[in-house]
């Protein structure tokens, strides 16, 4: 935690989304990670502190009352709406430095797949029917979000920008029927859908029953941990370039990191077989299996945002912050990487 901590006071983000941590409805366990952690210096660096928090319900380890994992049995993380040994498990929150438009949040977690058309759900190769791995009365509640979508707008120099956040589940831990991996590309999806105007949007709809997606001009940076590479790991349909080569956000800079690619030469076996460039790599995970991978993101809008410089805090071993992050197991902070991304927010007149 202490680690996690100081290369927050490193980098000192203006704001920063936590994956995969726990949800409380009272917000404790933030207030303590800011009190104890970041409001103390660590290892010298200056303290920083996120007077606007947000954080809300998250659907892992909330009981579906449906066998979703097929295991003949109901009850268990994998019949939550998303793996999670208790609710909140797996949970996110947003640290922000500038205020939080309250009153336009939206929030996606009762979202059900099966109302995203042509939605890619599970198929058994066992059986002619297309999308058949879940029975009727699962579909009916079985929610898209693993976790949640939140669009979360701040107030930035007296203008609107949102922070779409969401952690959609790996595309790994199921059979042939594919039904994490569909997941995944369906999450990610959703945010594509919704930042490309009425006509793809128009299905969407939120907690609060409201329908559609943002106005095409709003500003807006997508956020968090996707759980797809764009070309190496387990990803459905090439499931993160649905973001990537989306004309409404801005792809031609990506961040990067010295020791990822030290990192990937260091460990080799399954990272020998990648075809993505591992200086862009943001995970640390098994050599023997997917090997290092980019999976986490921060991408922002064309419209109205300006991207500068940025990068993934990965560093090699030459670097005297190396402890940091270590050689990957085992795990000295995450074995998912920081990544950070300058974005000036331009002038906007109607």
Request: glycine residues 10%; charged residues 25%.
């Amino acid at each position: 935690m202490r680690s996690v901590a100081e290369i927050i006071q490193r980098v000192r983000p203006d704001v920063l989304l936590l994956n995969e941590f726990d949800f409380d409805a009272e917000g404790v366990a933030i207030d303590l990670f800011q009190k104890n952690f970041l409001g103390e210096s660590q290892n010298g660096q200056e303290t920083i502190a996120y007077p606007h928090v947000y954080l809300a319900e998250s659907n892992t380890g909330l009981p579906s009352k449906i066998d979703l994992d097929g295991n003949g049995s109901v009850g268990g993380p994998g019949d939550a709406y998303g793996f999670g040994f208790f609710p909140g498990q797996y949970g996110m929150v947003l640290l922000s430095r500038y205020p939080i438009a309250d009153w336009q949040v939206r929030t996606f977690q009762h979202f059900l797949w099966k109302d995203m058309p042509e939605a890619l759900l599970p198929d058994n190769p066992d059986t002619e029917a297309e999308g058949d791995d879940y029975s009727k009365d699962a579909l009916d509640v079985f929610r898209l979000s693993s976790k949640s979508h939140w669009d979360i707008p701040l107030w930035v120099d007296g203008q609107l920008v949102h922070v779409l956040a969401a952690h959609p589940t790996p595309p790994v831990s199921d059979g042939p029927e594919d039904r994490n991996g569909r997941r995944n590309h369906d999450e990610i999806r959703f945010w594509a859908d919704y930042v490309a105007g009425w006509k793809k949007s128009s299905y969407i709809y939120d907690d609060a029953g409201y329908r559609g997606g943002l106005p095409k001009r709003s500003a807006f940076v997508i956020m968090g941990d996707y759980n797809a590479d764009p070309y190496d790991g387990d990803s459905t349909q090439r499931a993160i370039w649905q973001l990537l080569d989306h004309p409404a956000i801005e792809n031609q800079f990506s961040p990067g990191s010295l020791g990822g690619w030290q990192d990937s030469l260091t460990e080799g076996q399954g990272n020998n077989q990648h075809k993505g460039n591992p200086v862009l790599d943001t995970g640390d995970f098994n050599p023997a299996g997917p090997g290092n991978l980019r999976v986490d993101y921060v991408l922002a809008s064309k419209r109205r945002l300006q991207r500068g410089c940025g990068g993934v805090f990965w560093p090699s071993e030459k670097d005297q912050t190396y402890s940091l992050v270590g050689p990957g197991f085992p795990v000295v902070s995450s074995d998912h990487h920081l990544v950070w991304q300058d974005i000036k927010v331009r002038r906007f007149n109607w």
